[in-house]
């Protein structure tokens, strides 16, 4: 297979020795953590907006920083497992930081809305 697909695929310097499913696999991990990323830059923004600049804005930036260092250190070291789980920490405990410091349950669910 040959055009933009097969460039599309091979855009996360995958190793020589992968194969169709796991360079697909390299790629999709790729477009779901750097649209998070995109989606968290947006977050920081409402934050700055709505709390001004504080912790509850920081912290969107911290897992944009975080999710996208690991996402060119992963391409470098052609290996997209470390991605994955440093992804799913940062969804979590960010998340649940940010919960904790925009303050109550109120505040947070209408954030969250």
Known sequence: MHGPATNLKNFYDCAPD??????????TIFLFAGSCCVAGSAWTIMYL????????????????VIVGAAIAICRVLRNHRPLIYVQIL??????AFIQWSIGSVFDSGFVMV
């Open 18 to 27: 992968d194969t169709d499913d796991i360079r697909l696999e390299k790629l």
């Open 49 to 64: 907006v709505i709390f001004g600049f504080g912790l509850s804005a920081a912290l969107p930036f911290a897992f944009v």
């Open 90 to 95: 940062c969804i979590i405990y960010i998340n």
